[in-house]
Structures are given as C-alpha cells and as structure tokens.
C-alpha cells in the first residue's frame, strides 16, 4: 500500500483503502487492490442482491464494476486532482445467484483529462460474468474542491 499524502486523489485511495466508501458499506463489497492504473472489487453476492427473477441485480454487479473502474483511475490522478465518470457501459455474459464474485479494472487510455477504463467480472471459477468501460474526466482546481 502507498503511503498517505494529500489532496482529493489520495484522501479517494485511502478512503477505498480503509473500506470507509458509503456504498461498499451498503452493498457489501471490498477494495481489495489498488494503484498504478489498475484496481479490484471484491463481492459474494446473495439472495439479499436478487433481482424479481432471482438473480443478482445488475445494478450491483455495475457498482462492483464502477467501483474499480473509479479507483483505477484514482490510481493515476495527482494529489491535486479528482475525477468524475463520464460514461459507463456494461454487458453481462451470464446470470448469477450465489458467487464470489471479482471486478479486475485496468486504465487503458490515460489522457490529460479524459481516461478510459476496462473492467473484467469473473465468479470464483474465473468465468467471465461481465465486462465494463468507463470514461472518466480529471478534474482540477475549482472543479475538484469538495470531491
């Protein structure tokens, strides 16, 4: 793990680091890796994540996604900078009702600004459960305070 520092970016990572992220909290995952571009969730998905037909709600299995796909990004930002979504697509490969699941997120395309991530959903057998993408825009001075 890296060493604590300051500004928006890292308070973001050590956040993430230290699983004091609101929405992991709610939902149940873990961040269990971070930095240099690169980022993994952690989930077991249950009967309480069931969608009307039974199986995990998609939505959450595009939080475990966004999530790593976010602190991928994070990864790369400066202590000055934060960040934003832009864009997320995903699509699912195969229904899921009970599994541990892992979101693997790397940064393809690094910009000034603009970042494009790729996220892989795989159960605990390694099949391929969902992939993500995501556009993230840096943000900067003003834009950044209070993110």
């Known amino acids: 793990m890296q060493e604590k520092t300051a500004g928006p970016a890292a308070s973001l990572v050590e956040r993430a680091r230290s699983q004091k992220v609101p929405?992991?909290?709610?939902?149940?995952?873990?961040?269990?890796?971070?930095?240099?571009?690169?980022?993994?969730?952690?989930?077991?998905a249950g009967p309480q994540h069931a969608n009307p037909m039974g199986t995990l709600h998609g939505g959450v299995l595009c939080d475990i996604a966004d999530a790593a796909m976010g602190m991928a990004f994070a990864s790369t930002l400066s202590e000055q900078e934060s960040f934003t979504t832009i864009e997320l697509k995903i699509h699912f490969f195969r229904p899921v009702w009970e599994a541990d699941l892992r979101a693997e997120a790397t940064v393809v395309q690094r910009g000034k600004t603009i970042g494009y991530v790729e996220c892989d959903v795989f159960d605990e057998k390694r099949r391929l459960i969902a992939m993500a993408s995501s556009t993230c825009m840096a943000l900067r001075g003003e834009k950044a305070a209070g993110r």
């Open 23 to 44: 929405i992991a909290e709610l939902i149940g995952f873990k961040v269990a890796e971070i930095g240099h571009g690169t980022a993994v969730t952690t989930f077991t």
